[in-house]
Structures are given as C-alpha cells and as structure tokens.
C-alpha cells in the first residue's frame, strides 16, 4: 500500500532554533535505539517512521551500535529511506554516532581518529547515503586525547561525510574543552545529547545546560521518558514485551514498589493535566526552552502520536512543578541518575 506524507504535517509541530547555528529541530524527534533491529517486523518500523514523519518529526537519531544486532537500525532505516521516504531526503535530519563497541579487535569503539572515520563510513554504507547531517561522539574517551576525537570530527564534515557535529554523554568540563577546540577548528559544532529526565537530573547538578546555553549549542536529551518508567507501563508491574522483562537496557532493580509508588503519583499529576504520563514527561523536559528537542522512542506508531500531543498542554504552574519535585526527586528515583551519570547508561546493548 503506497503512502503519501500528509499535507499538514509542518503545521503544528514546532521547530528550535539549535544553538546558535541555522539549524532547526522539531520539539519532538524520533530515537532508532530500540524497536529498530531484526526483531522487530519491517512493517512496523516503516509505520512508526510515517506516522513521525506525518506528525512533523523530521529528525531520526541513530548509532552505529543500535539493534540488535549491531548496525541493523541502520540498515533498517536506510531501506526505509530508499523506499518509503524517497524523494525527502532533503526534509529529513539525520544522525548517528560511534563511540561504542561494533567490532572485534582494537579499533571497534571509543574516540580514536581510526575509529570515528571507519565507523561512520560504515554507517553512510549501511544507511545508504553520502552524508549525515550530524554526526557525534557517542561518548567521551578517557585513552585518547580530545584533540584526536575532536579531528576526526572536524574530518568528517570536511570530507563531505557529515554536516555538523555533536557530542554525546560528556560532562560539563569535557563539553567546554570540545567546545575550544572545535571553535578553533571553526567545525560547525551545533549539539549535545545527553540523558535527562523529571527522575534522572544529572546535567542540572553537573551545570551541563548553562554550560550548552553559555557555548551557544543546541541540546537533544535522550530517555525523557527514563526508559519507559514514566508512561503508564510499570504502573502495575512489569509487562512481558517491556525493557525492563528483555533485559535490554532498564534494569529491574530501578523498578522497586516504592519507586513505582512514586511514579503512580506523578501519574495522577498528568491525569490532573489532563495529559498521559508520558506527555507531561515531555512537556517537563521542554518547558523552560533551554532543550531543543526530546528524543522519543516508540514500539508502535501509537505511542509516537502520543508523545507528539505533549507539545498540546506545554505549560507548568509554580505548584505544579514543586508537586513533582517532591516526588520526582526522592532518593530511591535517582538511583537511576546515579548510573547515568557522566557517562550515560550503556548503550551498546
């Protein structure tokens, strides 16, 4: 069955600024981590991408690592490309990263010059195209200087691979250090991912979004929804198809009753909102304007329209925001950011 784009998909997503830079991000983008790889069905994945594409959502993140296995969200999404979105390759953002393992030997991860240059020609191979519009560090390097990281990065876009660069998962420091060196360089650095959430405020206590505001950077946050903890999912435990049952990437151990107690409450703070969990979420980690984009994933194109209607009810009153504070920040909650902290959850799962 063909598909046309709709007609009004640019007319009620809103669009960021990123940074400083010339770069527009809708609010709300579409994450290729999970629900993306050989076990997930070709037609589910082609329907989650056009109904993203026909809510407005123009930007798809990738990895180099995102599956399972390994590179086949890549290859997923560079079929749907060739076919199902032929022809809008120019209205379309499109990322991926490497910093993770996706090899056997000593080149397969991290940030060496080696590494970064192999990994994204690789991903251009597999998503079948010339370029990407951003291409980051996936994560910092402690084994190789900056300097060699931030090259290869600065290669990338003079060879024609990438048009602007980002980072992924660094501190506050590192991100500054990128920063000078790549200004030097005069590479269009334009953005920063770093994991964010109502229960996961690690870039708030490190200054990382003064720090981006300071620099000028645009920012997209990944795990708003902290791995599905806040949608309705594990508000009456843990369903068989969820992360957390899969063991793909949310430990059980973060999903304690007193936890989801918790979560139930900031549930009824949404119910009152008149929004979903996941909505209001959304709607959190957007309100103050300092974050361009949240990341989403979704399992079914249902769960993208849902997220999409977050940009509906964007508004928090003062009581509102210190209701969630109260629960959101309760010690057994941030356990979570503890993990993520600096580094970010794995990803190479």
Avoid at 51 to 78: C, M, Q, R, V, W
Wanted: glycine share 8%; charged share 25%; with cysteine.
């Amino acid at each position: 069955m063909s598909w046309t784009p709709s007609e009004t998909r640019y007319d009620t997503m809103k669009y960021n600024r990123c940074g400083k830079s010339g770069l527009k991000l809708p609010a709300i983008s579409l994450g290729l981590w999970h629900n993306f790889g050989d076990d997930t069905p070709r037609e589910r994945k082609i329907a989650i991408c056009q109904t993203a594409f026909d809510k407005g959502i123009t930007h798809f993140d990738l990895a180099n690592n995102y599956g399972p296995p390994p590179g086949s969200a890549e290859l997923a999404f560079g079929t749907i490309l060739k076919r199902e979105f032929a022809g809008l390759r120019d209205e379309l953002i499109v990322s991926s990263k490497a910093g993770y393992g996706m090899w056997e030997g000593p080149y397969g991860e991290w940030g060496s010059r080696k590494n970064l240059i192999a990994s994204c020609d690789q991903s251009l191979k597999r998503l079948g195209l010339d370029y990407v519009d951003i291409f980051y560090s996936h994560r910092f390097d402690p084994d190789t200087p900056l300097e060699e990281t931030m090259m290869a990065l600065d290669h990338i876009v003079r060879s024609g691979r990438a048009l602007y660069v980002g980072i992924s998962s660094y501190n506050s420091q590192r991100t500054r250090e990128a920063y000078a060196i790549l200004k030097e360089l005069k590479t269009p650095f334009v953005i920063h991912q770093p994991s964010y959430s109502m229960i996961n405020r690690w870039v708030e206590d490190d200054g990382l979004l003064d720090t981006l505001e300071a620099l000028g950077l645009g920012s997209i946050v990944f795990s708003p929804l902290a791995q599905g903890m806040l949608t309705s999912k594990y508000l009456k435990g843990i369903p068989e198809d969820s992360r957390a049952a899969q063991g793909k990437s949310l430990q059980q151990a973060f999903l304690k009753e007193e936890t989801i107690a918790h979560i139930r409450s900031l549930n009824a703070i949404a119910e009152r909102r008149g929004q979903t969990l996941a909505q209001m979420a959304l709607a959190w980690v957007l309100r103050k304007g300092r974050v361009t984009t949240a990341l989403i994933g979704a399992s079914r194109p249902e769960q993208v329209e849902d997220c999409v209607a977050a940009l509906d009810n964007p508004d928090f009153t003062d009581a509102e925001l210190a209701e969630i504070d109260s629960y959101a920040l309760d010690a057994n909650i941030n356990i979570w950011a503890k993990s993520a902290e600096r580094k970010g959850p794995d990803r190479r799962k």
